[in-house]
């Protein structure tokens, strides 16, 4: 079995991430952390639990960070609805969050199994980097991270120059970058256009007759309403499912580099900005592993299989 750690800010789409590791034949969820991003910490902690039960696990959920370094909070209700999922209202979870710090817990558990666990980031890098200044060895001990952020050359999704995840704490983010950590950014755009689950997809997800078929499209129907008129994309994107299918099959990214890529965090207008020197004018070594493009209908065959 293959262990992971999940590190996610749950919403709607985090949370079928979430259930697409859970629901993986040859891969252990160690821990979840949640992290103040799309909603406040404590909605995050109640959706991550629900979609634990929901797979019927007993996975524990820490909570962790609930501001970014530096930056006021800055959720994102209008994408993912008023509880983050939707407006599906799901019953409260039985079980609470664990007690331990989450930043505590990671730390704990790279530390137990040096070279054995697989970070996957659905959200604000802000865990991350705290871990990482508790404990720079984690760098080391951590084999790969995944992590959903940035916008590599490309348009942002909250600005014009920015990604969600990283905006929110650009200070977390670019301290991860610069730590030595193993990370393959896995950009919004590749969850883009075609790789948006469309009607077709959506009505073939519903066919499977699945709790898991059906939590995966109606925790999203806020997100495809706003990606439609907001973004003006097709259908449904799902950013952080993208990231955990190239995790649970690296396969499914089928063009990467490594680059030098910084994070803005000084100016107002790109804050958050992912500057990937794709080129290598800068001639400084490179730190992150850039997902460039994805095999779509592997993608979406990956999400199927945990949703039938």
């Excluded at 942002?156 to 670019?174: C, F, L, S």
């Excluded at 499912?241 to 995790?247: G, L, R």
């Excluded at 000084?266 to 992150?288: C, F, H, W, Y």
């Amino acid at each position: 079995m293959r262990r992971f750690w999940i590190d996610t800010d749950t919403a709607s789409d985090d949370a079928v991430a979430i259930l697409m590791a859970l629901r993986w034949p040859d891969v252990h969820v160690e821990g979840i952390s949640v992290v103040v991003g799309n909603v406040p910490l404590e909605m995050c902690s109640v959706n991550a639990r629900y979609t634990v039960e929901l797979c019927g696990k007993e996975t524990p959920v820490y909570e962790g960070m609930a501001r970014p370094y530096l930056r006021e909070p800055h959720y994102a209700f209008f994408f993912h609805g008023p509880d983050g999922m939707g407006g599906m209202n799901y019953p409260q979870p039985k079980r609470p969050p664990a007690k331990q710090h989450a930043v505590e817990a990671l730390i704990e558990v790279v530390r137990a199994h040096p070279g054995e666990i697989t970070l996957v980031t659905l959200g604000p890098l802000t865990n991350i980097a705290a871990a990482l200044q508790l404990a720079p060895d984690l760098a080391e001990k951590i084999p790969q991270c995944y992590t959903m952020g940035g916008a590599a050359c490309t348009v942002g999704n909250i600005t014009p120059a920015a990604e969600y995840n990283i905006w929110v704490d650009p200070e977390a983010a670019r301290m991860v970058f610069h730590s030595g950590l193993p990370v393959t950014m896995v950009g919004w755009e590749l969850c883009r256009g075609k790789a948006n689950l469309d009607k077709e997809d959506i009505e073939y997800v519903r066919s499977f007759g699945t709790v898991y078929a059906d939590f995966a499209i109606d925790c999203n129907r806020q997100a495809i309403i706003t990606n439609q008129e907001w973004l003006h994309d097709p259908f449904l994107p799902l950013p952080d499912p993208v990231t955990m299918a190239i995790a649970l099959d690296p396969a499914v990214c089928t063009r990467k580099s490594k680059h030098y890529v910084d994070v803005e965090t000084a100016s107002e207008l790109t804050r958050g900005m992912t500057v990937v020197d794709q080129l290598g004018v800068l001639n400084k070594p490179p730190n992150i592993e850039v997902c460039w493009e994805i095999d779509i209908p592997l993608w979406k065959e990956t999400l199927y299989k945990t949703l039938r």
